[in-house]
Structure formats: structure tokens, C-alpha cells
């Protein structure tokens, strides 16, 4: 509708109207006639006119209009009183009667002051004086004010000035507040029959007390006066337009039901201006009307406020309009509870909002309310929605039961929720997406029939000292973006798992508590990345994480402890970074990386997991630094099944099997770890494993420092090898071995023990210092290949070979074995010794008996007491040897021996 257009028409009915009263107005004594049948139809269709404009265009135009809400009262007025008149009913003010002429002079003054209000929008300059327009003096102007005040005295009537109504309206006079009596069924003439016109009777500050009853009118209220029900069933109903409209700064409306019945879009009240009062009312709709419009500037108090019904809005709040809601109930709406679509400050406190057919509270464009003491429930959407960038502040509210999500917030919205409880909705308790940020403190969510929290679409979010529990599928989900930050919270008792997060999901999770869930604590996959940082992950009842499909992520400093099943399960292609946590107590296996699985390890604790401490195989390939892996039930590592891995400068020790086990094929890195004091082994090798272990130091385990058998083939490089109760290393069993450059001292038993055609190459490697056993010890048909070794100063024989053992050994040296000879050869033993140098044995340089038949080839025997002896059916080739300075002889052969010696140079 076109401003100026509609400006001159109401205009030109309003001047219309004026001649008419002005024509009335020259007669002391008005009659009865057509002139005044007339009067009553113009005043009733220019108000008629006025009432469309407030149901379809009233705010937007009275903007544009101030004076239109006054003209709409006086309307009403001269409506009331034309009827009056043309039933010939005398009128009275204050109680006296006045004639017909004065009552003209008085509206004509009214209308011809709004007249000139509106000729003022179309002409600014121009200014107001009397009955005429022009530009005026100051002594004119004064003369006017003083006719005015004496119109006034002997009317004894309101005349209105230059102030506008509204401003006099909103300043109380005092004792003149009145009460009205509203009773259709009464026929005292002190009562009224509608509350129109008790409402155009009223003045500020006046009550009207309507009593019980059904009131079929539309209320336009326009001044500060209370309306009041008085009964249980005082109802005010109407089929169309809006059944009450609020037009005014200070109105107060209570104990009411307001009930509309139409299937147009037109609000049952409407607050279109001022902080009008809505007390203890009942507003129930059916069609298609929301049930309170709150818009304009209006700022409304509702208080213990029932709204229901309809299939729009319980309460739509729009434009900049604010106010408060209070101890209310909206409830069995058909769409929305309450749809917030206004920047401006808004409280709702102690509220109920349930069973709506959509939303529970819609929360858009900008909007920032203040939600408090608030329960929304069994709303068949969500139950609360924010969205379009708005930011709400909910103080312990509770959002539960909803037959979808319980929170949703979108489009960049952010908002404080302090205290909440979100619990028992059908999907997710709480879903943010679209870089909505919002804060959550000291809130629960939990007992979800789908998920608990669910961020994706880059969304984010504060979440402090929360409480997210016993949600039937992951208490929190994360995907596509989703990047939350957790803090201090407790997520526990999933029936699912605690924490998903998937597809690109993003996180950051800081001193929580995760345990007790029934999958696991959380579970990353499809390139999800987050941070997880001195959280504590325990008592998961299928692990503690579950990181598999290419996931990864961050974990610093947490706990991970006494989950069933797995600490840490890494599986295709997951690829996390752990640092400086403690896995530890878990009841089987502490870490566990398989099927491709990959990630980095470092300077973590893994101890006194029940089962191994870590365990590789289908081809997992992670990285361990500087990590210190003790006290596990079983072995410390194992690596089986084609894995690799990478394990350097790790402390592995004192668990109950191996420190480290490598078997089926695996081929590990391993190098510069200190691996001592196990229980069994330092490094096992078997079932076919390889891999290179380099620079290590092992020492102190108990059977054996290093064992490899059943054709594992691993490469020992440069290792420290020493002080172990049993072995330094032990070859059994058709193991192999490339181990080259180790140093090999102070074990208990042997320094190399080979047997049951163990068949390693050693290489440039010192073997030495046994305190109590030989330097190498082959039997059981041992085998092996050393070269370029050192073998000096052990306690017992530096070779011994026996039981059909086949060794061979090509330019080693044997020294200062000063409790026993160097080498001792017996029990059907062979071998091949050449070029090799054997010096300074307190004993005898090679002894060969009981049927033992090596080979002795171009090597040095010196500085023994005898450099060889042969007895007890020894054999052997000796040839091209030199055996020079030994003590007593260079070699002794007893009787029935027949060794081939010959080509040997004796000095």
C-alpha cells in the first residue's frame, strides 16, 4: 500500500467528516435526521478503513503516521457517541450533562488538529493555530494557548493541545483511575456490555474487569489501562483479524483466555508497540494464526502465559522487538513453540515449550536471548534451533524428549548454554554445523536415542566441565570440518562408543574423562585429524582407541588404561602421532597397529598392559621413539605377519616375555634402544623374521640377550650385547642371522650359543668377558659362518664344538683364554677353522677328541701351553698351519688318532 496515497485519503474522509460536524455544529439543538444517520455511517466506514489498515499494514504505516493510533481512538469516540446520539440518548461527562453543541465544538477541535498533524507530514513549515494554518507570532501563539484554556474551564473537557495524546497517555494523572465493569449479561447502566467500549470509556491508568463470559470482539488496546479477567472462563474470541492488538506503551492484560478460530495467518495478539503486560492469560489458536506477534519495538512482559494451538508460531518475535517471557507454557502448537527472529535483548525464564508439531524454539537472524529455568520437550522437530548468525545465552534449561534432535545450531550462529541438561531426544542431543561456534558449560547430554553430540560441516564449539553420557550411539560425533574444542568433560557410558570422529573431522579434546563406553573410548577414521591432550581414556569395554581407515590425530600427555580388549588399535592406514602419554593396565594388549596400519610414537610410557605391550602385524609399518615400554604381562613388542615398523632410542625392559619378539616374515627398524632386564628374551627372531637391528643396547635379559630360530634372518648390527643371566646370543632351530660389528661381553652362559642347525654369518664382531661360560658354544648340529671375529678372555673354551655342529670360521682371533683353551672341538664335532689366530690360552690352543673331525687350514697357534691336541679318536685335516711358542708342544697326537697334520710349520 502506497504511503502518500493513503495519507491523502484518510486526509480527505477526515475533512470530510469535519464539515459534516461543523454543518451539526451550528444548531444549539441537534434532531433527529438524515445529516445525523450520516454522521454515524462516515465515522463507522473511516473507522472500518482504519481497522484494515491495523490488521494488514499497521506498523509499517503508523511509522509513517504517529498521529494514526490517536485517530483510531477519537474514531472510536465519535463513533460510540453518534450512536448515542441518533438514539436520542443524552450525554455525560464527569458525571454532567452536556448538550449536542458542545460535544461538536469539542470533536471538531479534536479532528481538526489531527487534520493538521497530516497536512504537517505533506508540509513541514507549515505550523498549527487555531482553526487556520499559516505562519503565526508569538503573541499569537500565546493568545491561541490562552482561548484554549478557557475552552477547556468551561467545557469542562479535555482539549488537546499541540501535545500529542500519546505523550499524555503515558503520564498518569492522579485520582482519576478508574475500574469499568465489562458483563455482556448485565443491563446496569454502570457496566458495559463489550469491552470496546469499555475500553473507549477508559482513561490511563483505568481498569476494566471483565467478568465471565464469552466476548465475541477484536480489541485494539491504545492506552495504558489494565485489562482483567474476572472468573475461571472469561473468554475473549474472535474468527478473524487479530483478537486483541497492543498499541500502546502501558497496557496490562490478565487472567484471560484469548481463543481465535480461523484458518487465516493472523496473530490472536498482537504487540506492535510499547512494554505492554500479558498476565496468567490462556491464548489458544486452531487454523492457521500464530498465537502471540510480538514485533515493532515493543518490548512485552509475558507472565504466566499459555499458548497453544495453531499451525504456525506459539509466539513469533520479529523486527527489533524484545520484552520477557516468563513462567510460561506454549505447548501442542502445530509448527513452532517460539520463533525469535529479533536482534534485540529477549528473556525467557522458567518456561515450558513442549509437544510443539515443529521446532520448540526457533532462534534466527541475529538474535541473542536470554533463555533461563527453561524445559523444552516432546516437540516433533528439533527442540531447539538456532540459526542465521544468532547468539543466545540458555542458563539451566533442560531440552529433552524430542522426537528429533534436541540443539541444532547453524549458519555461523554462536550462543552460551551454562548449566543445561540435553538428554533423551531421538537423534542427536546436540548438532552444530556451518562455523556456528557456541559454548557449552557445565552442561549434560545424555540418554540419546541416537547420538549425543554431532558437529560436522566445519562447526565448532566450546565445550567446559560437560557431562555427555549413556547416548545410544557415540556420545560425540565429528566429520567434515567439525573442529569443537572439549574441556574438563566427562563422556562415559556410551551404549555405543565415546567419541566418533570421521571424514576430515576435526577436534581438540583437553583434560577429559573418557570411560566406560561400550565400543570404544574414541574411534578416528577417513582422514579425520584431531588433538587429544592429557585426557584420561579408560575402561572402554572394546578398547580405548580405534584409529583405522586412514585416520589420524594428535595425542599428548593422556592416559590410556584398563580397557577391555586394546589400549590402542591402529588399523588400515591409520596414521596418528602419539607423544607423551602413559598406556598402561589395559587387560590384554596395550597398543595394537595391523592391516596397514601406521603411526608415529614418541616418548610415551606403555606398562603393565596384561598381554603385550605392543603388538604389529598384517603389515603394519609405525614409528617408536624414545618411548619407554616395561613391566608388560607378556612381551614387550611383537612384530608378525609381514609387518615392518621403525623402533628407535626406546627403553624395552623388564616385561615377562620377550623385550622384543620378530617373527613371520616381519622386517623391522630397530635401532639405538636400550632393551635389558626381560624376563625371557631381549630380541626373539623366529618364524621366518627379519628386519635390521642396529646400534641397540641389550643387556640383562634373562634367558637370553637376543634368541633366533625357525629360519628368522634378521640383521644385528653394531649392538651391545651383554650381561644377560643365560646367553649373549642363541641360534637354534635353523635360525639365521646377519649380525655384524656387535659386541658381545659378559653374558652368564655363552656369548653365542648355536645349535639344531642354527646357521648365522657373524662378522667383524668382538665376543668376550663371559664371566662364567666360553666365548661360542655349537652343538646339536650347529652351524654358522664367523669372520674377522675377536673372541678373547672368556671364562670358558672361546669355540666349543660338538654334537655333529658344522661351524665355519675364516680369520677370527682367539685370545687370553687363561682359565681354558681356545678351542675345544669334541662329540663328533666338525668345523673349519682357517686363517685364523689362536694365542695365549693358558691351556691347550685346539683340543679335538671323542670323534670330533674338523678342519684346521692356514692358521697361527702360539703362546699356549700345547697348540694342539688330539686324543680319544679325534681326527681332523691340520694343514698349512703355523703353531709356534707354545709352552710344552706345538701338537700332540695320542695313539689311534689319524688326523691328516701335514704341510704345518712348527717353530
Not at 517460539?338 to 510443539?356: F, R, V
Not at 637370553?704 to 651383554?722: F, T
Not at 680319544?872 to 709356534?884: A, P, V
Request: hydrophobic share 30%; net charge neutral.
Amino acid at each position: 500500500m502506497d504511503s502518500p496515497v493513503e495519507n491523502d485519503i484518510i486526509f480527505n474522509e477526515i475533512n470530510d467528516t469535519i464539515l459534516r460536524i461543523e454543518r451539526l455544529s451550528q444548531s444549539s439543538k441537534i434532531s433527529k435526521s438524515q445529516e445525523r444517520s450520516g454522521l454515524v455511517r462516515q465515522t463507522q466506514q473511516l473507522k472500518a478503513k482504519l481497522d484494515k489498515l491495523s490488521t494488514f499494514q499497521w506498523n509499517a504505516y503508523a511509522q509513517k503516521i504517529p498521529t494514526l493510533n490517536i485517530i483510531l481512538r477519537t474514531l472510536y469516540d465519535i463513533e460510540s457517541l453518534a450512536a448515542q446520539w441518533n438514539k436520542g440518548k443524552s450525554i455525560r461527562h464527569d458525571g454532567k450533562k452536556i448538550n449536542d453543541k458542545q460535544i461538536c465544538e469539542t470533536f471538531l477541535q479534536q479532528l481538526k488538529y489531527y487534520e493538521a498533524e497530516l497536512k504537517l507530514e505533506k508540509d513541514p513549515e507549515i505550523q498549527l493555530i487555531g482553526d487556520d494554518f499559516d505562519i503565526i507570532t508569538e503573541e499569537q501563539l500565546h493568545l491561541e494557548e490562552k482561548q484554549k484554556q478557557e475552552n477547556q474551564r468551561r467545557l469542562e473537557l479535555p482539549v488537546f493541545t499541540e501535545t500529542k495524546l500519546a505523550d499524555i497517555y503515558e503520564t498518569p494523572r492522579p485520582n482519576e483511575v478508574k475500574v469499568h465493569v465489562v458483563d455482556k449479561k448485565s443491563r446496569s447502566k454502570d457496566h458495559y456490555n463489550t469491552i470496546r467500549e469499555a475500553i473507549i470509556a477508559s482513561g490511563v491508568g483505568d481498569t476494566i474487569e471483565i467478568r465471565a463470559g464469552e466476548y465475541l470482539e477484536n480489541i485494539i488496546i491504545d492506552r495504558p489501562i489494565t485489562l482483567r479477567g474476572v472468573g475461571e472462563n472469561t473468554i475473549i474470541t474472535a474468527k478473524k483479524d487479530h483478537v486483541v492488538s497492543i498499541i500502546t506503551y502501558q497496557a496490562k492484560i490478565c487472567d484471560l483466555k484469548i481463543q481465535k478460530h480461523s484458518e487465516d495467518n493472523i496473530p490472536a495478539v498482537n504487540i506492535s508497540y510499547g512494554a505492554p503486560e500479558i498476565d496468567n492469560c490462556t491464548i489458544s489458536v486452531t487454523g492457521q494464526a500464530p498465537g502471540i506477534l510480538i514485533q515493532g519495538e515493543s518490548t512485552p512482559t509475558l507472565d504466566t502465559v499459555t499458548v497453544n494451538g495453531g499451525t504456525t508460531t506459539g509466539i513469533l518475535i520479529k523486527d527489533t522487538a524484545g520484552g520477557k517471557i516468563i513462567n510460561s507454557y506454549i505447548n501442542n502448537v502445530n509448527g513452532v513453540g517460539i520463533d525469535i527472529s529479533t536482534p534485540t535483548a529477549l528473556t525467557i525464564e522458567n518456561t515450558t515449550i513442549y509437544n510443539n508439531k515443529s521446532y520448540g524454539l526457533l532462534i534466527q537472524n541475529e538474535a541473542h536471548p536470554t533463555i533461563r529455568g527453561c524445559a523444552v520437550s516432546g516437540n516433533e522437530n528439533v527442540g531447539v534451533t538456532i540459526k542465521g548468525k544468532s547468539n543466545p545465552h540458555f542458563i539451566e534449561s533442560r531440552i529433552f524428549q524430542m522426537k528429533a534432535g534436541g540443539v541444532w545450531i547453524l549458519e555461523q550462529s554462536n550462543g552460551k548454554f551454562e548449566r543445561c541438561e540435553i538428554y533423551e531426544n531421538r537423534l542427536s542431543g546436540l548438532e552444530i554445523k556451518d562455523s556456528s561456534n557456541p559454548t557449552f558449560q557445565e552442561c549434560k547430554i545424555r540418554n540419546g536415542t541416537g547420538g549425543g553430540i554431532y558437529i560436522h560441516t566445519f562447526g565448532k564449539g566450546l565445550f567446559n566441565q560437560c557431562i555427555i553420557t549413556e547416548n545410544a550411539l557415540a556420545g560425540i560425533s565429528i566429520k567434515a570440518g567439525g573442529d569443537p574444542l572439549f574441556k574438563n568433560c566427562l563422556i562415559f557410558n556410551g551404549i555405543a562408543g565415546g567419541i566418533w570422529i570421521y571424514d576430515r573431522g576435526l577436534g581438540t579434546f583437553e583434560e577429559n574423562e573418557i570411560a566406560t563406553n561400550n565400543l570404544a573410548g574414541i574411534e578416528i577414521r577417513t582422514n579425520a585429524n584431531p588433538i587429544f591432550s592429557k585426557n584420561q581414556i579408560h575402561s572402554g569395554k572394546a578398547g580405548g582407541i580405534f584409529i583405522h581407515q586412514s585416520g589420524r590425530g594428535v595425542f599428548e600427555q593422556n592416559s590410556i588404561y584398563k580397557n577391555n580388549n586394546l589400549g590402542i588399535l591402529i588399523k588400515t592406514g591409520g596414521n596418528p602421532t602419539f607423544s607423551n602419554n602413559k598406556i598402561y593396565d589395559n587387560p590384554t594388549i596395550g597398543i595394537s597397529i595391523i592391516d596397514h596400519g601406521a603411526g608415529i610414537f614418541k616418548q610415551n610410557e606403555i606398562y603393565d598392559n596384561n598381554l603385550t605391550q605392543i603388538e604389529v602385524r598384517t603389515s603394519g609399518d609405525p614409528t617408536f621413539k624414545k618411548n619407554k615400554i616395561y613391566n608388560g604381562k607378556a612381551a614387550g613388542i611383537v612384530l608378525m605377519e609381514s609387518t615392518k615398523g621403525t623402533f628407535i632410542k626406546n627403553e624395552i625392559h623388564d616385561n615377562i616375555l620377550s623385550g622384543i619378539q620378530i617373527k613371520s616374515s616381519s622386517s623391522p627398524i630397530i635401532k639405538w634402544n636400550k632393551i635389558f632386564q626381560n624376563k625371557i628374551f631381549g630380541v626373539h627372531a623366529t618364524e621366518r623374521g627379519l628386519g635390521l637391528i642396529e646400534g641397540n643396547d641389550i643387556y640383562e635379559n634373562q634367558i637370553s640377550n637376543i634368541q633366533i630360530d625357525e629360519n628368522a634372518n634378521p640383521n644385528l648390527v653394531g649392538n651391545k650385547i651383554h650381561n644377560s643371566q643365560g646367553s649373549g646370543i642363541l641360534i637354534i632351530e635353523r635360525g639365521l642371522g646377519q649380525i655384524f660389528g656387535n659386541d658381545i661381553y659378559e653374558n652368564n652362559g655363552v656369548g653365542v650359543g648355536i645349535k639344531s642347525e642354527g646357521d648365522p654369518l657373524i662378522k667383524d664382531s668382538k665376543i668376550h668377558n663371559q664371566p662364567n661360560g666360553g666365548g661360542i658354544f655349537i652343538y646339536q648340529n650347529g652351524l654358522g659362518t664367523f669372520e674377522n671375529c675377536y673372541i678373547y678372555e672368556n671364562k670358558l673354551a672361546g669355540l666349543e664344538i660338538k654334537d655333529g655342529s658344522n661351524p665355519t670360521f675364516k680369520s677370527c682371533k682367539f685370545q687370553e683364554h687363561l682359565n681354558s683353551g681356545a678351542i675345544f672341538i669334541h662329540s663328533n664335532g666338525r668345523g673349519i677353522i682357517k686363517d685364523s689366530e689362536i694365542t695365549k690360552c693358558k691351556l691347550v690352543g685346539i683340543e679335538i677328541k671323542t670323534g670330533a673331525n674338523p678342519s684346521i687350514l692356514r692358521s697361527k697357534i702360539s703362546q699356549t701351553k700345547c697348540g694342539i691336541w688330539i686324543h680319544q679318536n679325534g681326527r681332523g685335516i691340520i694343514k698349512n698351519n703355523e703353531l709356534f711358542e707354545n709352552e710344552d708342544n706345538n701338537m700332540v697326537i695320542d695313539d689311534n688318532c689319524r688326523p691328516d697334520s701335514s704341510d704345518n710349520t712348527f717353530k
